[in-house]
């Protein structure tokens, strides 16, 4: 039952943290002067190792989470957990953003909204897998 709307979120939302890898964050004047096509940012996710592990496994979680259809409960347990990284990873990012000399200077860039993009397809995947436990636990009562 991959073709499911949850299966949608799910890889929405592992999309939008995967994208955090390609996207700066936080962009300086400086790298807005430069005109390469990969200017130096004032933060991105790989500045920091544990954020980078932090959403790179929230990213393999709701990808691996998608294949677990058969199995609703390990899906939503996988999905609250990649929620978790998630959350660690906006919190670790923005330790690392205040705690950098250049926050006075950065600006927000597009990747600022990916996280939040992630953390609502995710829970939308999970209110839709639980709507489906539900379900299925309603028409086992019937029979």
Same mark, same amino acid.
């Given at each position: 039952?991959?073709?499911?709307?949850?299966?949608?979120?799910?890889?929405?939302?592992?999309?939008?943290?995967?994208?955090?890898?390609?996207?700066?964050?936080?962009?300086?004047?400086?790298?807005?002067?430069?005109?390469?096509?990969? +200017?130096?940012?004032? /933060? %991105?996710? #790989?500045?920091?190792?544990?954020?980078?592990? @932090?959403?790179?496994? !929230?990213?393999? &979680? *709701?990808?691996?989470?998608?294949?677990?259809?058969?199995?609703?409960?390990?899906?939503?347990?996988?999905?609250?957990?990649?929620?978790?990284?998630?959350?660690?990873?906006?919190?670790?990012? +923005?330790?690392?953003? /205040? %705690?950098? #000399?250049?926050?006075?200077?950065?600006?927000? @860039?597009?990747?600022? !909204?990916?996280? &939040? *993009?992630?953390?609502?397809?995710?829970?939308?995947?999970?209110?839709?897998?639980?709507?489906?436990?539900?379900?299925?636990?309603?028409?086992?009562?019937?029979?």
């Amino acid at each position: 039952m991959i073709q499911r709307i949850q299966t949608i979120f799910l890889l929405l939302a592992s999309g939008a943290v995967l994208g955090l890898f390609a996207l700066p964050l936080a962009t300086t004047n400086e790298a807005k002067a430069d005109s390469t096509l990969f +200017a130096d940012a004032a /933060f %991105n996710v #790989q500045d920091g190792p544990v954020m980078m592990g @932090a959403f790179a496994l !929230a990213a393999l &979680l *709701l990808l691996v989470t998608i294949f677990l259809f058969n199995n609703r409960k390990l899906q939503m347990t996988l999905t609250k957990v990649g929620l978790f990284f998630t959350g660690v990873g906006v919190g670790l990012g +923005a330790y690392y953003l /205040f %705690n950098d #000399q250049a926050v006075d200077t950065a600006e927000p @860039a597009v990747g600022i !909204a990916l996280p &939040l *993009l992630a953390v609502i397809f995710a829970y939308l995947a999970h209110f839709y897998i639980n709507k489906d436990e539900k379900l299925v636990r309603s028409v086992d009562r019937l029979r």
